[in-house]
């Protein structure tokens, strides 16, 4: 059974620092990796997709990786500020044939401080 | 061009009672998944429909059901609700079905159980 760890669970940092949030998961056996963020209350907005045969994929201030051997991603976020408050979510696609089916992570809640 | 639009937004019911919540998938898009969302937790994965047929179902009672209408919309049936059925439920779109198909996310609709 696919088992995603998201660390650390909460984070604050002030404006204009760089992150890292990770992201672990059990079973390599990936199709693609996708970060989502969270606003309270909200839907999921996607970030970034990364395909399995791919090493890291970037939009703007944001870039992820992926080590799919190693059962490991990196969602890396630069000059971070006050709007990228929110929880960040990464889930793992593992579905067959036309199946698709996204295991999730619980969280990183990120609060970025004047 | 309009995302996942899902209705109701809200809806709060009684122990025992039937709800159906329902999802427009972004135009073009023809797989449509269900997962829930208890606070504090990321979304489980409950159904996925493509092709107007069942691709893929998780851990979930047989008191949840859904089905794909032949213009790509869904609805997810939850019969004899429990306390525990109060969560977020999202909806997602995909182009095609397959593991490599990013997926995009409606608001949700919390449901509520009194």
């Known amino acids: 059974k696919q088992e995603v760890t998201q660390i650390p669970a909460a984070l604050s940092v002030p404006e204009g620092e760089n992150l890292v949030l990770n992201c672990s998961f059990t079973?390599?056996?990936?199709?693609?990796l996708q970060w989502f963020r969270q606003d309270p209350g909200k839907g999921l907005t996607s970030l970034l997709l990364?395909?399995?045969?791919?090493r890291e994929q970037t939009s703007g201030r944001l870039n992820a990786s992926l080590d799919k051997s190693s059962g490991r991603s990196t969602l890396y976020i630069a000059a971070s500020q006050p709007g990228d408050s929110a929880t960040y979510l990464c889930a793992v696609n593992q579905g067959r044939g036309t199946a698709s089916k996204l295991t999730f992570g619980t969280g990183t809640r990120l609060q970025v401080t004047l | 061009d309009a995302g996942v639009t899902q209705s109701p937004t809200h809806l709060i019911k009684t122990r025992g009672q039937h709800v159906t919540l329902r999802c427009s998938p972004i135009?073009?898009?023809?797989?449509v998944s269900w997962y829930q969302q208890v606070l504090g937790q990321g979304p489980q994965f409950i159904f996925q429909y493509y092709e107007k047929e069942e691709r893929g179902r998780g851990n979930f009672p047989d008191r949840f059901s859904a089905r794909q209408f032949p213009n790509y919309s869904s609805e997810l049936n939850v019969n004899a609700l429990l306390l525990g059925d109060s969560a977020l439920y999202l909806c997602?779109?995909?182009?095609?079905?397959?593991?490599?198909?990013?997926?995009?996310f409606g608001d949700g609709t919390r449901l509520s159980i009194l």
């Open positions: 135009s073009g898009h023809k797989s």
């Open positions: 990364i395909q399995s045969s791919q």
């Open positions: 079973d390599s056996a990936i199709y693609n």
């Open positions: 997602a779109s995909s182009l095609a079905g397959g593991s490599r198909q990013p997926q995009h």
